[in-house]
């Protein structure tokens, strides 16, 4: 079955500071795949997207590139923010449906 | 509305009572999903709604589960006899089910204690 596997957090990390939070899949078919995020308080919300491999979803500073041969969605950002910190979800979508399999979160704080 | 809806944000039961989750999904919205999140773990797809097709139940864990959707647009989950282990936080999420990989709107969850 489907399954996406991330790094388990908390990640803390300076501001300023280059971001990686790794994420990888196991899927039939070619999967599309998602990174979604929660602000304190907030629902989760879409962060990027791909699509099909070698695609570069790009967002707000944070960028993750399909990756088929690793089956890797790793996210980056160059410069983290405080208000980045927030819980990070990785997810895919694969067949003809629209549900999402997601993976535990991986939790960013940003401290000045 | 302006987002998806959820009510009530927390809720404290008592093992064997029996709940109700509500989910007010975004006007026009034709898609509705229920998720589950616990502790350490992921989020698990619960149930999908979408238009007047039957539901797709594949993730309701066990016979305790039910969900209906009233109208195409209000969702109720419904937990029987509660167990500890269904403690989490219920989200509910909607979209509008036009396209294939459309993101999904969340609603900010229902807290669920059973004790």
């Known amino acids: 079955g489907n399954s996406v596997t991330q790094m388990e957090g908390p990640v803390t990390l300076s501001e300023e500071a280059f971001l990686t939070i790794n994420c990888t899949y196991t899927a039939t078919g070619y999967p599309s795949l998602f990174w979604y995020v929660q602000y304190p308080g907030e629902g989760l919300q879409l962060l990027l997207k791909?699509?099909?491999?070698?695609d570069k979803g790009s967002n707000k500073g944070f960028e993750a590139t399909y990756r088929k041969e690793t089956t890797s969605f790793h996210l980056e950002k160059g410069s983290v923010q405080v208000s980045d910190s927030a819980v990070y979800f990785c997810?895919?979508?694969?067949?003809?449906?629209?549900?999402?399999?997601f993976g535990t979160g991986t939790q960013l704080k940003v401290e000045l | 509305g302006a987002g998806v809806s959820q009510s009530p944000s927390n809720k404290v039961t008592e093992k064997g009572k029996d709940v109700e989750l509500r989910c007010d999904p975004i006007?026009?919205?034709?898609?509705l999903y229920w998720y589950r999140q616990s502790l350490g773990q992921g989020l698990e797809f619960l149930i999908y709604f979408q238009g007047n097709s039957a539901p797709d139940k594949s993730g309701l864990p066990s016979d305790r589960f039910s969900a209906e959707r009233t109208g195409g647009s209000v969702s109720t989950l419904t937990i029987q006899r509660t167990q500890q282990e269904d403690s989490a936080v219920y989200l509910c999420a909607s979209n509008a089910g036009g396209e294939v990989n459309e993101k999904l709107f969340f609603g900010s969850g229902t807290q669920l204690s059973v004790l």
């Open positions: 997810a895919l979508r694969t067949g003809g449906g629209n549900k999402l399999t």
């Open positions: 791909a699509t099909k491999a070698d």
């Open positions: 006007s026009g919205h034709t898609a």
